[in-house]
DNA sequence: AAACATTCCTGCACGC
DNA sequence: TGCGTGCAGGAATGTT
């Protein structure tokens, strides 16, 4: 699931429900996600408060009373779910409930990944912009650092390809394969097109077409492509909004012309050959 | 049964 | 030669 929009719908949607609550206990059923749960991690945790709910690039940062922050990372299929008490008993799912955090109020957080490629980290607050995971990030999309000049001199002398310098988090922040192919359709470039050779004006496409995208993706709640749930369980809405990806063999809504599938960096990579040059 | 929303690592080629 | 950078490829893994 899991680029910008999904992480930011989940960080607005448990902003409602978790922000002050207090962390009662951890359980970590298994904690071999992309890189170990620390050992200490569980007791790290408990006690803490939840003072407040912050994101970068991909991550979630959950921060914590007593000067520590969580980094969750949700890997391709991790999920971070809010289970009210009610239901919280009968909803575990034995296989992928990888860690759960019991809140003061009976309900639960409970972070799910079949695929383990997530992250689960806590990290001393004044820490966190230099931790490894966050250093080399590059500029939030939807903000001023990332802008025609920005772009223009991130891509000079660059002979990949366009869709690839957008996905690389140094570059920006938070944009993946999904978005990725949605930005440069509304941008009218090529996924293909060698990032060097963008011209000022589509350089200014892409940027102005960036924060579009991504605002309306985040107001539908993200995309489930295919299993992506957000915080309380239900589907993100923009998959319908897609207007290339997953869409080979159809025709462009733009144009009609058959939407392609191409691999551009070792991704799918969909785009209208009519729409984008 | 091939494809896959992410990140990280290795190794090669190139240029200074 | 040595070093840094850019880029391709592959691995991690379970589900559909």
Same mark, same amino acid.
């Given at each position: 699931?899991?680029?910008?929009?999904?992480?930011?719908?989940?960080?607005?949607?448990?902003?409602?429900?978790?922000?002050?609550?207090?962390?009662?206990?951890?359980?970590?059923?298994?904690?071999?996600?992309?890189? @170990?749960?620390?050992?200490?991690?569980?007791?790290?945790?408990?006690?803490?408060?939840?003072?407040?709910?912050?994101?970068?690039?991909?991550?979630?940062?959950?921060?914590?009373?007593?000067?520590?922050?969580?980094?969750?990372?949700?890997?391709?299929?991790?999920?971070?779910?809010?289970?009210?008490?009610?239901?919280?008993?009968?909803?575990?799912?034995?296989?992928?409930?990888?860690?759960?955090?019991?809140?003061?109020?009976?309900? @639960?957080?409970?972070?799910?990944?079949?695929?383990?490629?997530?992250?689960?980290?806590?990290?001393?607050?004044?820490?966190?912009?230099?931790?490894?995971?966050?250093?080399?990030?590059?500029?939030?999309?939807?903000?001023?650092?990332?802008?025609?000049?920005?772009?223009?001199?991130?891509?000079?002398?660059?002979?990949?390809?366009?869709?690839?310098?957008?996905?690389?988090?140094?570059?920006?922040?938070?944009?993946?394969?999904?978005?990725?192919?949605?930005?440069?359709?509304?941008?009218?470039?090529?996924?293909?097109?060698?990032?060097?050779?963008?011209?000022?004006?589509?350089?200014?496409?892409?940027?102005?077409?960036?924060?579009?995208?991504?605002?309306?993706?985040?107001?539908?709640?993200?995309?489930?492509?295919?299993?992506?749930?957000?915080?309380?369980?239900?589907?993100?809405?923009? @998959?319908?909004?897609?207007?290339?990806?997953?869409?080979?063999?159809?025709?462009?809504?733009?144009?009609?012309?058959?939407?392609?599938?191409?691999?551009?960096?070792?991704?799918?990579?969909?785009?209208?050959?009519?729409?984008?040059?």
């Amino acid at each position: 699931m899991p680029e910008l929009p999904e992480v930011e719908s989940l960080r607005r949607l448990l902003a409602r429900s978790v922000i002050g609550r207090t962390i009662v206990s951890a359980q970590i059923n298994e904690p071999r996600l992309r890189r @170990a749960v620390a050992p200490d991690f569980r007791s790290a945790v408990g006690g803490r408060t939840i003072e407040g709910l912050r994101r970068r690039a991909k991550y979630l940062i959950v921060d914590l009373s007593g000067g520590s922050s969580m980094l969750v990372h949700l890997g391709m299929s991790g999920s971070l779910t809010h289970r009210d008490a009610r239901f919280a008993p009968g909803q575990f799912d034995s296989r992928h409930d990888h860690v759960c955090f019991q809140l003061d109020d009976q309900s @639960a957080l409970v972070y799910n990944d079949p695929r383990r490629f997530g992250l689960l980290k806590l990290v001393p607050r004044g820490e966190l912009d230099s931790t490894a995971e966050l250093k080399a990030i590059g500029p939030e999309p939807i903000g001023e650092g990332f802008n025609v000049n920005y772009l223009m001199d991130k891509t000079r002398g660059r002979r990949a390809a366009i869709k690839t310098v957008l996905m690389d988090q140094r570059v920006v922040a938070g944009i993946g394969n999904i978005y990725a192919a949605e930005i440069l359709f509304r941008a009218g470039v090529k996924p293909t097109r060698r990032a060097g050779r963008l011209t000022r004006l589509e350089a200014e496409q892409i940027v102005g077409a960036t924060p579009a995208i991504l605002r309306e993706a985040i107001d539908s709640r993200g995309t489930t492509f295919r299993s992506y749930r957000d915080s309380r369980g239900r589907p993100g809405k923009f @998959a319908s909004r897609l207007k290339v990806y997953g869409r080979a063999g159809e025709p462009c809504y733009a144009c009609s012309t058959t939407i392609r599938n191409t691999v551009v960096g070792q991704r799918a990579s969909f785009y209208c050959p009519h729409c984008q040059r």
